[in-house]
């Protein structure tokens, strides 16, 4: 099984709606993260968060506000939906403490907003 | 302002040969860095790290140099396969927090 697992992987929506992206990590991790990517800008982060109580905004937060339910779960939302939303997100973990930067990546939302 | 910059969109190598792909960077915060390989329709998994008081690591096929006085670093892939065609993101981290990415590079590499 994954370790860290994205749902759904695939979505259409409209503009204007509200969408729910989750994600699910078994890695025991305290720090969670959300990106988008979009062809030729590369990575950019929206929202993280380093445990239930603590949330901040990334490089990218307008238009999205996250939830962190459990130490395992954590959830991006498009409150109205722009088509300029269109992107691949994605979801990664990171554990906290020593000297390990490493961020473990879910397999990616791909969201398409018309 | 782009803090981790990838200037080259792609590179083409033939096996066998050696791939290198560039990275620079402007933030001098920065004291760890990072390479991540993604493959279509997959998130990014990681490759290879150097810490900033270090100027060379290496794991297996893959090398990472940093020159912190020019602000660059490279990942050498030696010898490169054909099954290691992907975007390749270089990505800068300080005091711990979040990760910087570059736009990424697509390596090619043909039989």
């Known amino acids: 099984d994954a370790d860290v697992t994205q749902t759904p992987r695939n979505r259409i929506t409209k503009t204007g709606k509200r969408i729910m992206l989750e994600c699910s990590q078994t890695?025991?991790?305290?720090?969670m993260y959300w990106y988008r990517q979009d062809p030729g800008l590369g990575l950019r982060l929206i929202y993280y968060?380093?445990?239930?109580?603590?949330?901040n905004k990334g490089e990218i937060s307008d238009g999205y506000s996250v939830s962190r339910q459990a130490q395992a779960k954590f959830s991006l939302s498009l409150e109205s939906a722009i088509p300029n939303q269109t992107a691949l997100y994605f979801c990664?973990?990171?554990?906290?403490?020593?000297?390990?930067?490493?961020?473990?990546f879910g397999p990616g939302t791909r969201l398409l907003v018309l | 302002d782009q803090q981790v910059k990838q200037n080259s969109p792609s590179l083409s190598v033939q096996e066998g040969r050696i791939s290198i792909l560039n990275c620079d960077y402007t933030?001098?915060?920065?004291?760890?860095f990072l390479w991540y390989k993604k493959y279509p329709a997959e998130g990014p998994t990681f490759l290879i790290s150097?810490?900033?008081?270090?100027d060379k690591n290496e794991d297996g096929r893959f090398t990472v140099f940093l020159n912190k006085s020019a602000k660059h670093l490279s990942l050498h892939i030696v010898p490169s396969q054909p099954g290691d065609s992907a975007v390749y993101f270089c990505?800068?981290?300080?005091?711990?927090?979040?990760?910087?990415f570059g736009k990424g590079t697509m390596l090619l590499v043909s039989p």
């Open positions: 990664a973990t990171r554990a906290s403490g020593g000297d390990q930067e490493t961020q473990y």
């Open positions: 890695k025991g991790h305290d720090r």
């Open positions: 968060s380093f445990d239930v109580k603590d949330i």
């Open positions: 933030n001098s915060m920065f004291d760890y």
């Open positions: 150097i810490s900033s008081i270090k």
């Open positions: 990505a800068g981290s300080s005091g711990y927090s979040t990760l910087t």
